[in-house]
Nanobody, 126 residues
């Protein structure tokens, strides 16, 4: 059974930091890319960052580049999203998702992602 389990969400003040974890099981981790997406109340879900588990190469959208860092521990089948300098606009439910790694770099084409976690809430107070 494929499972993606997010953890590490919570509350922090603006400027603070949180680290999200995504623990994967039930598929060959090295063959997949893991993406982080988020959805704020009343807004569409958007991609945030992704990483190829095979190459370790990551990608960030402009709004988080320089503040968020994605990393992968393949021995633990876990991907982390270190979030620094958090802003109130980062408040959202964060989801991790997995997609077969078919390209030279990971992507955030949401419809391509096959497996999804249940989400973890991040709240940033201004």
């Amino acid at each position: 059974e494929v499972q993606l389990v997010e953890s590490g969400g919570g509350w922090t003040q603006a400027g603070g930091s949180l680290t999200l974890s995504c623990a994967a099981s039930g598929f060959t981790f090295d063959d997949y890319a893991i993406g982080w997406f988020r959805q704020a109340p009343g807004k569409k879900r958007e991609g945030v960052s992704c990483i190829s588990a095979d190459t370790g190469k990551g990608y960030y959208v402009d709004s988080v580049r320089g503040r968020f860092t994605i990393s992968s521990d393949n021995a633990k089948n876990t991907v982390y999203l270190q979030m620094n300098s958090l802003k109130s606009e980062d408040t959202a439910t964060y989801y991790c998702a997995a997609v077969e790694d078919r390209y030279t770099a990971c992507h955030l084409w949401e419809d391509d992602y096959e497996y999804w976690g249940q989400g973890t809430q991040v709240t940033v107070s201004s």
